[in-house]
């Protein structure tokens, strides 16, 4: 018979196993990486070279409390990008925000490089500590990584050297704001290229904004939208195997409209076919398309044509009537 202490032992450590690891401190990531202390207890920066760590420790992934930016100067094989996987050997960079949940086998793939940690505590006195929160990437996957021209690594290689340097020099009362300043250049320069390949992947794109309108097609022709409700930003997101900030970022550099107005659009635009074919009332519309109340119904239409649905129907109708005549 097993003694009980050792048996709780066990299913502690057992229950341990099961769970996210969780790093609070920077100080805590250095030591699980078989890395030194960082030289500063608010921000580091990790070589994937030189960190050692059986990824079997982490196999229910890990939680940073802190800001990752990844900076990924090559991959080895491909990675999954909503339905299809596509080769990047040329590398990229990834944006984790604090507490989300990572996957080892997705975040952790095998490529070289370098990952800068920034803890919130080094940016509270700063505009940053607010402005960061407005980048939407670091609500992005590990697939929907950016990914950089050999002119762009070299520009974030050089910014990520010029805060080591730093790191390595004697802090002193402007080492703060010199290094909260390349972070802000590096997350501008970040947008920018995201800018870029909105624009530069468009083959994959309008493949996402394609499906993306025959899904709500199917929504609205289906009656799915009587059973399920109205389409929502997540659903639709989920459904296209992207994070919702992502699709909204990359439709509004498609056709200007985030996924929210776009959803409207295409009901609005399902709603006109239904009020000019006369075949529902106004509330049987509504409910049709998903709407728990008519009244809201009514309040969308308008703010979206000018015109309430039954104003519309009958100018419609006696547009129709005049024809016929």
């Given amino acids: ?38 030289l500063h207890p608010l921000i580091s ?34 990675l999954k990008y909503g339905q299809g996987f596509y080769d990047f050997e040329e590398g990229g960079m990834s944006f984790i925000a604090p507490g989300q949940l990572l996957r080892m086998q997705d975040e ?4 070289s490089g370098m990952t800068l940690h920034v803890h919130p505590d080094l940016l509270r006195s700063y505009p940053l500590n607010y402005a960061i929160k407005q980048y939407g990437f670091f609500s992005y996957s590990a697939a929907e990584a950016l990914y950089l021209s050999e002119k762009e690594k070299s520009t974030i290689l050089s910014i990520y ?73 997540n659903a639709v997101a989920a459904q296209l195997n992207v994070t919702p900030r992502y699709l909204s970022d990359l439709l509004r550099n498609l056709v200007g409209l985030n996924t ?15 009020l000019a074919k006369d075949e529902m009332t106004v509330a049987e519309i509504a409910y049709h398309l998903g709407f728990e109340h008519p009244q809201s119904f009514n309040k969308l239409f308008k703010s979206k044509t000018s015109f309430s649905p039954s104003d ?14």
């Fill in 45 to 78: 920066i990790i070589n994937y070279g030189d960190a050692h760590f059986d990824p079997k420790d982490f196999e229910q992934g890990i939680i940073l409390n802190f800001y990752k930016i990844s900076f990924k100067t090559s991959f080895s094989g491909k």
């Fill in 1 to 38: 018979m097993v003694p009980t202490g050792i048996a709780s032992n066990k299913l502690d450590l057992y229950t341990m196993k099961k769970q996210p690891v969780v790093f609070n401190s920077l100080s805590q990531l250095h030591k699980a990486m078989g890395q030194q202390a960082p």
């Fill in 108 to 111: 952790e793939a095998d490529y």
């Fill in 260 to 274: 929210q107005q776009l959803i409207h659009e295409k009901l609005i635009e399902k709603a006109k076919t239904y």
């Fill in 161 to 233: 050297r010029f805060i080591q340097d730093e790191l390595n020099e004697r802090i002193d009362k402007f080492s703060q704001d010199v290094i909260i300043s390349q972070i802000e250049l590096l997350l501008n320069y970040a947008n920018r290229f995201y800018e870029r390949q909105f624009i530069t992947r468009k083959a994959v794109n309008n493949d996402l904004l394609a499906r993306l309108e025959q899904q709500l097609e199917d929504d609205f022709n289906n009656d799915r939208s009587l059973i399920r409700g109205l389409p929502s930003v």
């Fill in 312 to 325: 519309y129907k009958k100018s419609h109708l006696n547009s129709f009537q005049q024809h016929e005549k």
